[in-house]
């Protein structure tokens, strides 16, 4: 018989640098063997355990602890913590992505500036903001409608020349043979701030607009026209920025007006102090017509009657109720209500179908909206800017910069 093996054991050292012993288990399932192996060559040799100076025996050692999982209130506290950080988050990533869009509406103004100056420089006067007969609306059958606006034939200096060649120019907008044009999405036209320009103007959705037919593609950028409105003469002798008396009145010109137009020697103040295009709010619903870039109306691709000096649409983002002289303002207000759209900063007066039709500059992003000068550079205008008090004597800011020939000095320091 083979005597019992001796309990081997092992010095470990401790944690106070002096060594402890302990007893070694042996794999008792070992076969009993004389020598160090057998006949068939196996170790016979005592099986250790595997041991190690970080895990003690569990006989002499200290018991394993075994971790418990999060208490309520440590995943309530986790769950806040991640709800503050997400709220302090957010507005950043808001305002980062605000700001990417206006960089690239900017860049949009840049572009679109450069073609009507490209425009200018080729047929020696800017492009008229709108074309046809005066006191006439764009899709009236019975008189000869407005043509196209500039948009329409600046089109080619755009790099779009494939949409200006499928317009028909002896034809209203209106006409089914421009429905193919009229419908492009021009992706330079369209600010990605404003997140109805992606809704088409259905004419036959409105009251007002059933002859205009449909599909129409949205715009955000307008010509500077005049201070005074598009329309018809008034019997008290007010004049309409659309007659040319009105468009000669150095209170009421801007750029582009009604089958008119200045050349750049004619910006008496300034290529630098005088705007040319301006951005516009696509509307808010299927018949709302402003924004739409081929239409050639207020508020669609042009501005009238959008300073202080005679009317209340005036400056950047106009919160007054009544502002915008429109074609189916009614049904908007049925749907909005009318002093809910001056909130918006959308509200609209009925009645401006033929006469007296007016719209303000406005845009979706925070505090202001971005204007291109006659030089083709583009600002930032805030909404505080001055735009009252302001008569011929002493005009506004803003309506300096709108006026093209009012011969009155923009400080530096006014923007």
């Avoid at 001796?6 to 009993?32: H, K």
């Avoid at 869009?101 to 047929?123: D, H, M, P, T």
């Avoid at 083709?376 to 909404?383: F, K």
Wanted: proline share 6%.
């Amino acid at each position: 018989m083979h005597s019992p093996l001796p309990e081997p054991v092992a010095y470990l050292c401790s944690g106070n640098g002096r060594l402890r012993t302990i007893a070694v288990p042996i794999d008792q399932s070992a076969p009993a063997c004389s020598g160090m192996r057998s006949a068939r060559g196996r170790d016979c040799r005592p099986q250790i355990a595997n041991l190690s100076p970080a895990q003690p025996s569990p006989q002499h050692g200290q018991p394993q602890r075994h971790h418990a999982g999060f208490t309520l209130v440590e995943l309530l506290v986790v769950i806040a913590i991640i709800g503050t950080l997400v709220g302090l988050l957010l507005p950043a990533v808001q305002s980062a992505r605000e700001t990417a869009r206006l960089i690239s509406c900017k860049n949009n103004l840049k572009q679109i500036s450069l073609a009507v100056i490209g425009y200018e420089v080729a047929r020696k006067r800017f492009p008229a903001a709108v074309t046809g007969l005066q006191n006439s609306v764009p899709c009236d059958s019975t008189v000869s409608a407005k043509r196209a606006n500039w948009i329409v034939t600046v089109l080619p200096f755009l790099g779009e020349q494939a949409i200006y060649d499928s317009y028909d120019l002896s034809r209203s907008p209106c006409d089914p043979a421009n429905k193919r044009a009229r419908s492009a999405v021009i992706e330079s036209m369209l600010c990605p701030t404003d997140s109805f320009n992606r809704q088409p103007f259905m004419g036959s959705s409105g009251v007002e607009s059933q002859d205009y037919g449909d599909d129409w593609a949205r715009g955000n950028y307008g010509a500077n026209s005049s201070l005074r409105y598009l329309g018809n003469e008034t019997s008290n002798g007010e004049l309409s920025g659309s007659s040319p008396a009105g468009w000669a009145n150095p209170y009421c010109r801007g750029i582009m007006g009604f089958n008119a137009a200045v050349r750049t020697t004619e910006i008496t103040d300034g290529l630098t102090n005088t705007a040319l295009l301006l951005e516009l709010r696509a509307g808010l619903t299927s018949y709302d017509g402003r924004g739409v870039w081929a239409l050639g109306m207020p508020g669609a691709s042009s501005l009238w009657a959008h300073g202080g000096i005679f009317h209340d649409a005036s400056g950047p983002n106009s919160p007054w109720f009544s502002a915008d002289d429109i074609i189916n303002c009614s049904q908007l207000r049925e749907a909005y209500g009318t002093y809910e759209l001056g909130d918006i900063c959308m509200g609209c007066w009925p009645g401006g179908r033929i006469y007296w039709q007016g719209a303000a500059a406005r845009s979706m992003h925070p505090g202001g909206i971005c204007v291109s000068m006659a030089d083709g550079s583009v600002r930032w205008i805030t909404d505080m800017i001055q735009v009252l008090p302001s008569d011929q004597t002493n005009l506004s800011v803003w309506d300096r910069l709108m006026l093209s020939a009012d011969g009155q000095i923009i400080s530096a320091d006014a923007l």
